[in-house]
């Protein structure tokens, strides 16, 4: 396990892509099951936050289209969305092993 903290300033210059990768990683390496029920809530506000107030409310109201939601939280607008989440997550607990 990685041990390496890195400052938000490097990880800002990371595609939204790579920062959801990286977060997941650590936090399975971590077993931050914590971190994941994190990540589920903050889909529908980052959701509503890009103007898709019916995505929104779906995500709200149906617990199952969170976990299809979950496997696609790193990829396009909505990983830039969760972008401010993954950085803070791994601000505070480093980068996985893999990535260190």
Request: glycine residues 8%; negative net charge.
């Amino acid at each position: 396990m990685s041990d390496a903290t890195p400052d938000a300033a490097g990880l800002e210059r990371l595609p939204a892509k790579e920062l959801h990768d990286r977060a997941i990683a650590r936090a399975r390496e971590r077993r931050d099951v914590g971190f994941l029920w994190e990540l589920l809530r903050a889909i529908p506000a980052a959701a509503a936050a890009l103007g898709e107030q019916d995505r929104a409310t779906f995500d709200l109201l149906h617990g199952l289209s969170l976990l299809e939601e979950f496997t696609h939280a790193g990829e396009g607008e909505m990983a830039e969305a969760l972008r401010p989440l993954y950085t803070e997550y791994l601000t505070r607990h480093g980068m996985p092993a893999d990535r260190a």
